[in-house]
């Protein structure tokens, strides 16, 4: 039950920050790009929303988890940090690190100052994140499962998601994969196209 209140939290931090980021201003300096931009940065910012849940989602997690070792003993809690806390513990904080830092550098009005170095930014981050996601899905995927045992209406669930082969269950993988790869996809649509306008700019200054 925990876990359920903390995702409709997520959900409400997820939907008041895109409503903040999309005010009137903020919103006139997104329609002010062209197309190209406009597009980049909707995908940027697509995937900062995606990894934002990721991080939050990870963050809960180990709340529940932490919690329910600690009412089931001092061997549970023991064995619970030292397998699993600090492995995922590290990669949800420097996940968080980079969650915390996108979001101020994904706001319009900073994006359009320094467009280029927040796609390098991204691509960075969305980089790494594809190349560590089958160590952290491992421990995301077994901390979901022991979540889920934890409430016993979600017991045949989470032990679907341990099963060979595909399973409509499984596709619970998308929400987490993707912020990673918006990132790199925005980033270097991004990049791109900001290296284009400024090369064009350098050409018209040396023709005229």
Aim: aromatic letters at 14%; hydrophobic letters at 50%; one cysteine or more.
């Amino acid at each position: 039950m925990l876990l359920l209140i903390f995702l409709v939290v997520i959900l409400l931090f997820l939907t008041v920050y895109t409503r903040r980021m999309l005010t009137e201003a903020e919103g006139q300096i997104v329609h002010q790009m062209n197309s190209d931009q406009r597009r980049g940065f909707m995908i940027s910012f697509t995937g900062v929303l995606f990894l934002t849940f990721t991080v939050l989602i990870s963050i809960s997690i180990v709340i529940v988890l932490l919690m329910d070792a600690m009412n089931q003993g001092q061997d549970t809690l023991g064995y619970l940090v030292f397998f699993y806390l600090l492995p995922f513990g590290f990669l949800v904080c420097v996940g968080l690190g980079a969650m915390i830092s996108l979001l101020r550098k994904i706001k319009p009005s900073y994006y359009s100052q320094q467009p280029r170095q927040v796609s390098k930014y991204q691509m960075i981050v969305g980089a790494i994140g594809l190349i560590t996601f089958p160590y952290f899905y491992h421990f995301l995927k077994m901390g979901i499962h022991m979540t889920l045992t934890i409430y016993n209406w979600f017991m045949e669930f989470a032990y679907t998601l341990d099963k060979s082969g595909f399973h409509s269950g499984k596709l619970i993988i998308i929400p987490f994969i993707a912020g990673p790869i918006l990132l790199l996809i925005g980033g270097l649509i991004g990049y791109y196209t900001n290296n284009n306008q400024a090369n064009e700019k350098m050409n018209v200054e040396e023709l005229e």
